[in-house]
Each structure stands twice: as structure tokens, then as C-alpha cells.
């Protein structure tokens, strides 16, 4: 027990920056969280990089049953040795690469409950909420311009693809914000606490998802350049005259750029280049 105790107390110092390791060790930020997402005896919760467990310890008082995936092994090992309750499960893995149905019951809605690695959190963001039908909730510690974008507005310089594909999916909504100071070691950047209420269908109906992600990149590809503009020169097949009609049918005016349209109007103009005209709800 002193060695691994000799251990934790190394990595609340540094981290492995190759694993953007920022530890929240916050006892009261930790506390708050916890409560903030209502856990309950009924609810299961999956937690993603747990470090050391700080968080965890709280999870595993409150929930019926909590898995925690950590990619490094030293941690992992601290972890079993130094949380062992028979509700908690602890699985060292990728999450970038990991398979969620392996952990979960058929049909069981899971919380998920992370202060993720900012240099993977959009990537990790997107396969959460593109992962249908499992998640209840997420609530994920994001850098504070990550956070920013995704419960951005249209005509506002944050909104972008990271918003749609958020609002897409999900009701987010910023609960905290946190400054460097509750880390170890400390980030350069401050931080928020995003809540996702997922929805259990998306907010619209596509004709095609990959269309409307690809058709979406492509708008805000060149965000400073009319929508029409950016379409015609995004590699999706689509003439200038093409990309007109396209717009005219969905009433967007011809000047518009990507960031001024709502999530209903770049639905209703995927929808149009996917050659179907589906209803939005």
C-alpha cells in the first residue's frame, strides 16, 4: 500500500502530458459533480479516465454499479488497489477505440461521467453521442472553448460543427466552470462542466447521416466564405448552379454563410443534397 500511495503522489504531479493527464483532485469540485448528476442506486455509470479515482470514490457510494476505462496501466493498478468495492468495475482500455455494448446490459441507459483528455475530447464528444440508444446522460469536464462551441448559437463565432452534431443529439448545457487551479498539474486553459441530456431520437430526421456530417464540415470548412461558396469547392459533387437550387428550395438566402443558418436549415438542406425531401420532425 505505501508504494502504490509513493505512485499516486508522483502522477498528482505530473501527469503523462502524452495522455493529456490533468488530474481534478478538487474535493469540493469533486463533491459538486457528483451531486450535480443525480446519481442514484438505480443508475449505472460508465466514468472515462478516472485517474486516480478521486472522482470514482464518490461514484461508487452513490450508483448501483460504476466501469471505469483507463488507458494507462500504472493507473489502472492504483485503482484496483486502492478503491475496492464489489459495485465498481475497472476496465484499462482505449476509449477511442473501445466497444461500450461490452460493458452494459442490453437496453440499460447508462450515465457517463468524465473529465476527459483535452487533446481527444472532440473526437470522443462525437462517438458518444453518435452511439445510439445507450446513453442517458453525459457529463464531460471539457476545456472551456470546447464547451463555448458546443452550446454556441448560430450568428455567433463559436458555433460550428461541434455545436450542430451536439444539438443534433442532445440538450447541452454548461453547469461549472473551472479554473487551472483545481487540476494537477495545472492546464494552461480554463475549463467547464457540460451537461448532454440525450435526446432518444435526434432532434430531426436525415435521409442520410454521413451526408449531413460531410455537408456540415464542408459549410463551416470556410467560415469566412458564403455557404455557396464553401459547397461548390468542398469535393461533394455539387456545381455552383447545383449548390443554388439546392438553397433556393430550402428558402436559405444566397449570402448566407454557414454559421448564420440554424440546425433545422442545414437538416433541411442535407436532406435536399441526399435527394430526398423528408419531414424535419
Do not use: W
Not at 481527444?120 to 462525437?126: A, D, M, R
Amino acid at each position: 500500500m505505501k508504494q502504490t500511495r509513493q505512485v499516486l503522489s508522483s502522477f498528482d504531479l505530473k501527469g503523462r502530458k502524452s495522455l493529456g493527464q490533468n488530474f481534478l483532485l478538487d474535493e469540493k469540485v469533486l463533491k459538486q459533480i457528483a451531486d450535480l448528476a443525480q446519481i442514484s442506486a438505480n443508475d449505472c455509470v460508465l466514468e472515462i479516465g478516472p485517474g486516480p479515482g478521486s472522482l470514482t470514490k464518490y461514484l461508487v457510494q452513490k450508483a448501483k454499479k460504476v466501469v471505469t476505462i483507463e488507458l494507462d496501466p500504472e493507473l489502472v493498478k492504483i485503482l484496483k488497489a486502492e478503491l475496492k468495492n464489489p459495485n465498481l468495475e475497472i476496465v484499462q482500455a482505449d476509449i477511442l477505440k473501445f466497444n461500450f455494448n461490452e460493458i452494459m446490459q442490453q437496453g440499460e441507459k447508462i450515465k457517463l461521467i468524465s473529465n476527459l483528455p483535452y487533446n481527444i475530447s472532440t473526437q470522443v464528444v462525437f462517438r458518444l453521442l453518435e452511439t445510439p440508444g445507450l446513453f442517458s446522460e453525459l457529463y464531460l469536464m471539457l476545456q472551456k472553448e470546447v464547451a463555448d462551441r458546443i452550446v454556441a448559437e448560430p450568428r455567433t463565432k463559436e458555433y460550428g460543427i461541434l455545436s450542430v452534431i451536439s444539438q443534433f443529439h442532445s440538450e447541452p448545457q454548461i453547469l461549472l466552470n473551472l479554473g487551472p487551479e483545481s487540476f494537477k498539474p495545472r492546464p494552461k486553459v480554463n475549463s467547464a462542466l457540460v451537461k448532454f441530456r440525450v435526446l432518444s431520437e435526434p432532434r430531426f430526421r436525415v435521409a442520410d447521416y454521413q451526408d449531413f456530417k460531410k455537408l456540415v464540415r464542408a459549410g463551416f470548412a470556410m467560415r469566412r466564405k458564403m455557404l455557396k461558396n464553401s459547397l461548390a469547392k468542398s469535393g461533394l459533387g455539387l456545381s455552383p448552379e447545383k449548390v443554388d437550387e439546392l438553397m433556393a428550395r430550402a428558402a436559405i438566402n444566397p449570402k448566407s454563410r454557414a454559421e448564420e443558418l440554424s440546425l433545422e436549415k442545414l437538416v433541411l438542406l442535407a436532406n435536399l443534397y441526399s435527394g430526398g425531401e423528408l419531414p424535419l420532425a
